[in-house]
């Protein structure tokens, strides 16, 4: 299988795709079941592109696992059969993305490429467990920590982040999700839904690696709203990793000596729920949807 030889966009002229989204983080998927297509930072764009492709947060590479070109992904084959290759819409790797990994095993399920009720998948953050509870679907996002532990627990914070339009930068926490996260507790004289995020959130130190941001407003107990700015994409109306993100934080202010287990998260595109497991564990549980079926002409692109 994994000797087969690729196929670039130089010798394709079609292309399949799957559209998809969880609380409106969306993203396109893209079948390569047989492991031959180059999905690079330029196609990915295109099809990312909301004006002249699909349009999406992101693309998704469904791939066996075993195919996969990375030594340590392939390692995850026995477990996990099936690879989440997953792009920003900016062309670049992005370790791991929540909404992604239900929409991804929505589509598997739907074409029989996983029948049961719980299954593994492979990430770049390593193998995430999948369980369906009806129309939801639950992600064990696996080990969570903050980077920065000894300085959050001295301060509260390890981090500033400011916005623009915004005075003075706000302090923040670094999450660590497999993927990188900064979370503001926004003042109570700041609007969570006024914020201006076109423009990317200063952070310092700034992260070698970028970082998303998500900004943070408390309703009631272990209920929090969230909006973020992604790394490589912009502001989009969810993240799943960011959510997690941003219930550890909020628990972690809270002074918690262990996260509250159950939070419930209102993003623009919806609502999440976060539980703590244990061994330093997150689940994240939510909707998926599968809403359209096509092929794109390459040439358009």
Same mark, same amino acid.
């Given at each position: 299988?994994?000797?087969?030889?690729?196929?670039?966009?130089?010798?394709?002229?079609?292309?399949?795709?799957?559209?998809?989204?969880?609380?409106?983080?969306?993203?396109?998927?893209?079948?390569?079941?047989?492991?031959?297509?180059?999905?690079?930072?330029?196609?990915?764009? /295109?099809?990312?592109?909301?004006?002249?492709?699909?349009?999406? #947060?992101?693309?998704?590479?469904?791939?066996?696992?075993?195919?996969?070109? #990375?030594? !340590?992904?392939?390692?995850?084959?026995?477990?996990?059969?099936?690879?989440?290759?997953? /792009?920003?819409?900016?062309?670049?790797?992005?370790?791991?993305?929540?909404?992604?990994?239900?929409?991804?095993?929505?589509?598997?399920?739907?074409?029989?490429?996983?029948?049961?009720?719980?299954?593994?998948? &492979?990430?770049?953050?390593?193998?995430?467990?999948?369980?369906?509870?009806?129309?939801?679907?639950?992600?064990?996002?696996?080990?969570?920590?903050? +980077?920065?532990?000894?300085?959050? /627990?001295?301060?509260?914070?390890?981090?500033?982040?400011?916005?623009?339009?915004?005075?003075? @930068?706000? !302090?923040?926490?670094?999450?660590?999700?497999?993927?990188?996260?900064?979370?503001? &507790?926004?003042?109570?004289?700041?609007?969570?839904?006024?914020?201006?995020?076109?423009?990317?959130?200063?952070?310092?130190?700034?992260?070698?690696?970028?970082?998303?941001?998500?900004?943070?407003?408390?309703?009631? +107990?272990?209920?929090?709203?969230? /909006?973020?700015?992604?790394?490589?994409?912009?502001?989009?109306? !969810?993240?799943?990793?960011?959510?997690?993100?941003?219930?550890?934080?909020?628990?972690?202010?809270?002074?918690?000596?262990? +996260?509250?287990?159950?939070?419930?998260?209102?993003? @623009?595109?919806?609502?999440?729920?976060?539980?703590?497991?244990?061994?330093?564990?997150?689940?994240?549980?939510?909707?998926? &949807?599968?809403?359209?079926?096509?092929?794109? #002409?390459?040439?358009?692109?």
């Amino acid at each position: 299988m994994s000797s087969a030889p690729s196929r670039t966009m130089t010798d394709m002229s079609e292309l399949r795709f799957t559209k998809g989204h969880g609380t409106e983080n969306d993203f396109v998927v893209v079948p390569d079941v047989d492991a031959r297509l180059d999905l690079d930072a330029d196609l990915t764009r /295109r099809l990312a592109d909301r004006h002249a492709g699909v349009g999406g #947060d992101g693309v998704i590479r469904v791939v066996p696992t075993a195919a996969a070109t #990375d030594e !340590s992904v392939r390692a995850m084959a026995d477990r996990a059969p099936w690879f989440m290759d997953y /792009r920003n819409a900016d062309g670049s790797f992005a370790e791991m993305c929540g909404n992604g990994t239900r929409v991804f095993a929505a589509y598997l399920r739907r074409e029989g490429l996983e029948t049961a009720g719980e299954f593994e998948i &492979a990430t770049r953050a390593g193998i995430k467990g999948i369980r369906f509870e009806g129309d939801v679907v639950a992600t064990n996002m696996g080990r969570w920590h903050l +980077p920065e532990e000894e300085k959050a /627990r001295a301060d509260g914070f390890d981090a500033l982040v400011h916005v623009v339009g915004h005075g003075d @930068p706000w !302090s923040a926490l670094s999450v660590d999700m497999g993927n990188p996260h900064t979370v503001v &507790a926004l003042p109570e004289d700041v609007d969570l839904g006024g914020l201006d995020l076109l423009h990317v959130p200063e952070v310092r130190p700034v992260p070698p690696h970028g970082t998303n941001v998500e900004f943070v407003r408390i309703i009631g +107990p272990a209920h929090i709203a969230m /909006r973020v700015h992604e790394r490589g994409v912009g502001e989009t109306r !969810s993240c799943g990793t960011g959510v997690c993100a941003a219930a550890l934080a909020t628990s972690f202010w809270a002074g918690e000596a262990e +996260p509250v287990q159950d939070w419930t998260v209102d993003v @623009p595109g919806g609502r999440l729920r976060v539980r703590a497991l244990p061994h330093h564990e997150v689940e994240l549980a939510g909707p998926a &949807a599968l809403v359209a079926d096509g092929t794109i #002409d390459l040439s358009s692109l």
